[in-house]
């Protein structure tokens, strides 16, 4: 028990250090591999709380698929080593309050919730795995992958985006 929550609390400072460093930083190289750290130390939380499938979608979909994504499109720029300018001070206080009022709205919501121990399901066997797919319901992981072939969709349109303007910009 002691090894789990030392690891809970480890995987959650990997990804509060490394989800500031991926917002201030100034190279977008830096900040893509910032963000390489958050979705893996999420994934790893995912494995802690015996969340295996979602784990397993956690480091498949976003730390392999939109990372590459991001950094196919980072390449893409030429401006890999190049820093981005830093933002304004006005963005910057609105940035900060609007991270601080989801933040409390976050800790209001938690802490309004009763939550229950979640129950070990160690019988699953691959029909109910292909139902919870499936399943628009409690439970189902449809609405979680539509979710994320939007994104997916995005980061390709982004990239495309990029690539087009910098080749109209060069002819």
Known sequence: MMGTQIMFYFLSAVIVIFSLMAVTSLKVMRATIYLLFVLLATGGIYFLINYNFMGGVQLIVYAGGIVALIIFAVMLTHKIGEQIPAPSK???????????????????????????????????????????????????????????????????????????RKLTKHN
Do not use: C, W
Not at 129 to 154: H, T
């Open 90 to 164: 006005f963005k910057m206080i609105t940035g900060g309050l609007l991270s601080l009022a989801g933040a409390v709205m976050t800790i209001l919501i938690i802490a309004g919730h009763q939550f229950n121990p979640a129950e070990s399901d160690t019988g699953q066997d691959v029909k109910e795995i292909g139902r919870q797919l499936l399943n628009l319901g409690e439970g189902g992981y449809v609405l979680p992958f539509e979710v994320i072939s939007i994104l997916l969709l995005a980061s390709m349109i982004a990239a495309i985006v990029v690539a087009k």
